[in-house]
């Protein structure tokens, strides 16, 4: 069965400092997407970056990037410098031959000041 | 980037009312537009998948007379929430896709929905 397995609910890091989100999956399928999303409070779902089966180089978008270990089937989110913006919850999602996503169960990000 | 309306964002109304929910893709032509529904401190629950032009498809345990989902043209999705109870209160989220491998699903804002 296909799923998506992030193993931390919550993290606090301190302003500045680079930040992990972990995120491993789990296809039979040869071909699929991995997906990072951004939630804030607020509610709104707001895309962050996007990792094909099969590229070959690891996504990056700005200070977010993606890293892809296809053998380990994990797709972390690395975010660097960590602002005060950036807490929010971060779901992994991974899309299906059927092209819906199969979304974990998210990861509550606080930075502190 | 591209950008999904829905409208609106809050809605309180009394037990027995029938809320619409608007899902408008502004700048592209989203083949595919999902619904999904959302607890709080928990991920987003997929109800229901929709074509333009065709019945929508419900996830196992959506009632499809509860939860009306209408395509209507390749930009605007409703979802009615039909004689809504308490237990319907929830955020209710829509995505569009354009349909490409690669493209992300784009969101809307959401809808925080209080059946009193």
């Known amino acids: 069965a296909q799923k998506i397995t992030q193993t931390q609910p919550g993290m606090f890091v301190q302003e500045k400092e680079a930040v992990t989100l972990d995120c491993t999956y789990d296809t039979s399928d040869q071909s699929y997407g991995l997906f990072w999303y951004k939630q804030p409070s607020s509610g709104e779902m707001i895309f962050l970056i996007y990792q094909g089966s099969y590229d070959e180089q690891n996504a990056t978008e700005g200070r977010y990037s993606l890293n892809f270990q296809k053998a380990r089937k994990s797709a972390n989110l690395v975010i660097s410098a960590s602002q005060l913006g950036d807490s929010a919850m971060y779901f992994c999602a991974m899309r299906d031959s059927n092209y819906q996503l199969i979304w974990g169960a998210g990861t509550k990000l606080i930075i502190k000041p | 980037g591209a950008v999904v309306s829905q409208h609106p964002s809050r809605v309180i109304c009394k037990s027995g009312t029938s809320v619409k929910i608007e899902c408008r893709s502004l700048?592209?032509?989203?083949?595919?537009m999902f619904w999904y529904r959302q607890f709080p401190k928990q991920s987003l629950m997929l109800m229901a998948t929709s074509n333009e032009g065709s019945k929508a498809t419900y996830e196992q345990g959506v009632e499809k007379d509860k939860f009306l989902i209408n395509h209507a043209s390749l930009t605007l999705s409703t979802l009615t929430v039909t004689s809504a109870h308490p237990e319907d209160s929830s955020f209710y989220i829509c995505?569009?896709?354009?349909?490409?491998?690669?493209?992300?699903?784009?969101f809307g804002d959401g809808t925080r929905l209080s059946i009193l």
């Open positions: 995505s569009a896709a354009g349909g490409e491998g690669n493209q992300p699903q784009h």
């Open positions: 700048d592209f032509q989203a083949t595919t």
